[in-house]
């Protein structure tokens, strides 16, 4: 019903430092009004946690409610353009967009039934979705 959108935070045509991405929602059941994450969302949940890469050139990435898979924020040398690449079974992927199908469960745990990821895959240039069992 509602979507969160994780956009670049840019200063000056790069990413800010301290906050390199801005997540937020887009509240379609609410007339499609943007609202900001609450404390927990972004402690928790769906909040980004970023570490500048060693050769300053992007970010590490992570959502708060799952450290286990990186993300990573890095300039396109083809579009000069920043892009988020993942890997997903052994493909660097330029993401476009994340489901998660959540299936029951509760507030604090739950139950992930699937993540699917939509993106470029960045050596062929083909749109890929990929499903990641949780």
Same mark, same amino acid.
């Given at each position: 019903k509602n979507t969160i959108v994780c956009d670049v935070n840019l200063v000056n045509g790069a990413p800010d430092k301290t906050s390199p991405?801005?997540? &937020?929602?887009?509240?379609? *059941?609410? @007339? %499609?009004?943007?609202?900001?994450?609450?404390?927990?969302?972004?402690?928790? *949940?769906? %909040?980004?946690?970023?570490?500048?890469?060693? @050769?300053?050139? %992007?970010?590490?990435?992570? &959502?708060? %409610?799952?450290?286990?898979?990186s993300f990573y924020l890095v300039k396109s040398p083809a579009s000069d353009k920043y892009n988020v690449y993942t890997t997903v079974n052994a493909r660097k992927i330029i993401l476009r967009s994340i489901f998660i199908k959540i299936n029951g469960g509760s507030f604090w745990v739950p139950k992930v039934e699937y993540v699917e990821i939509k993106g470029i895959d960045a050596s062929s240039g083909r749109e890929t979705t990929d499903r990641l069992k949780i």
């Open positions: 991405v801005h997540v &937020f929602w887009i509240r379609y *059941a609410e @007339n %499609g009004q943007r609202a900001e994450l609450t404390y927990i969302q972004r402690t928790f *949940a769906y %909040g980004i946690q970023s570490t500048a890469l060693p @050769n300053g050139d %992007g970010y590490e990435m992570h &959502f708060a %409610g799952s450290k286990s898979h």
